[in-house]
């Protein structure tokens, strides 16, 4: 038995160690190819014997990434903020009230998970111009928090409903704390990896949006990295390393988001969608 255990591990092991690489050698290669100059026509498989950054100061300021990056900023932690707070303020009594009514809304949210966003984005794109809210950080923050919302929702319900004994919301109602002030002070606060998982969940997938981009942010004023990139990669297509430099910058953010909040992302995935 123990060696099968051992063969067992040391298959998932390696089975584990080949999906890492697979994941890893597309930033490899973006590293190599940022990283040589122009003239380089050496293989991107072989890292350069040499360092300049010339393709990343050059990238930065052809495409205008300091507006595309302040944009997608703004709307994607815009988008997060509100994320985190309604969607775990309205996850609350969902968890904790157990009625027919909360039961019938707590589904609805459910199924409005299976569908598609983009199906409704005719009528939706003739509200936004009739309301003329057509290049606004306003329109892309709310189009993204109506997006991921029932997701922020189960996932909170589900850890609320399975990590956090009611009995500490009893006692803070005993010493008189209202609801709201049980629910900030006691519970919130008691939310981190749930959050966690919320906001790198959120983060990436609104970070790198751009179907709702495209259509909503016209303007070049309002335009994200993704819609900035893709004009930015029709005009540069015979200067892969200057793409490539282009790339790698806007995907960094993410990266480091991810590496920061990655000891809370399990356990809030887990408790948040299995068991509840």
């Known amino acids: ?13 390696a089975i584990a160690l080949c999906i890492t690489i697979f994941h890893i050698i597309p930033f490899y290669i973006l590293s190599t190819t940022a990283l040589k100059v122009s003239n380089d026509f050496s293989s991107r498989w072989l890292f350069p014997d040499y360092f300049t950054l010339e393709n990343f100061v050059r990238a930065w300021e052809r495409a205008n990434l300091t507006n595309a990056f302040l944009n997608t900023t703004i709307i994607t932690f815009g988008a997060a903020i509100l994320l985190i707070f309604v969607g775990s303020m309205a996850a609350y009594p969902l968890a904790r009230v157990q009625n027919r009514l909360n039961k019938f809304v707590y589904y609805i949210f459910i199924g409005i998970m299976v569908i598609p966003p983009l199906t409704a984005l005719v009528p939706l794109y003739q509200l936004v111009v009739k309301m003329g809210m057509i290049n ?3 329109i892309a923050i709310f189009n993204n928090v109506a997006a991921f919302l029932p ?11 399975s990590t956090i004994p009611k009995e500490l919301e009893e006692a803070a109602k005993i010493d008189g704390a209202s609801t709201l002030v049980t629910f900030f002070r006691i519970v919130f606060p008691l939310l981190k990896p ?8 959120s983060c990436v997938f609104i970070w790198n949006d751009y179907q709702f981009a495209i259509f909503f942010l016209q303007d070049k004023s309002v335009h994200t990295l993704t819609v900035t990139l893709a004009s930015f990669f029709g005009e540069n297509q015979n200067n892969m390393n200057l793409v490539a430099a282009a790339a790698l910058m806007s995907s960094l953010p993410m990266i480091v988001l991810f590496l920061l909040l990655q000891k809370y992302f399990i356990a809030g995935l887990s408790s948040g969608s299995v068991k509840g």
């Open 1 to 13: 038995m123990d060696r099968m255990s051992k063969g067992k591990k040391a298959l998932l092991t």
């Open 136 to 138: 606004t950080h306003e």
């Open 151 to 161: 997701l922020t929702i189960f996932l909170y319900a589900g850890f609320i409903r």
């Open 194 to 201: 749930v959050t966690a998982t919320v906001l790198i969940i």
